[in-house]
């Protein structure tokens, strides 16, 4: 409202020869307003989409391609440990692709996922 007041006095005053041509510059300025807002708007939306809309990984992972966050416990299994070093019916516990634990006598966490891995041989590699 008190912008077309204001547009309204500048324009009659402009008629009758008292604005000189400066403020009708200011003038123009005013009265773009809607246009800049609609490029603000859409310039908004276009953010908006765009932060909503995400891409595929395109390129490629160094290390763990597959990160898992469980912990992992392969029971009753031979393992080597190094040439030599072989421990039977042994346990091996694995949380976020670290080794926690390895050995006889390790305590398995009760959300981790137990694999049973009788007559089979885990190594290093």
């Known amino acids: 409202m008190a912008l077309t007041v204001k547009i309204r006095f500048i324009t009659e005053k402009m008629m009758s020869g008292f604005i000189p041509k400066s403020k009708i510059v200011a003038l123009n300025i005013l009265t773009s307003k809607p246009k800049i807002m609609r490029k603000v708007q859409l310039l908004l939306l276009g953010l908006i989409i765009g932060l909503l809309v995400h891409a595929q990984e395109t390129f490629p992972v160094n290390g763990v391609a597959d990160p898992r966050t469980r912990a992992y416990a392969f029971i009753n299994a031979t393992i080597v440990k190094d040439a030599q070093t072989t421990l039977n019916n042994a346990t ?17 966490p009760d959300a981790a996922v137990v694999v049973a891995c009788k007559n089979k041989y885990l190594s290093p590699s």
Do not use: R
């Open 92 to 108: 091996l516990l694995i949380k976020e692709g670290k080794i926690l634990a390895v050995g006889n006598a390790v305590t398995i």
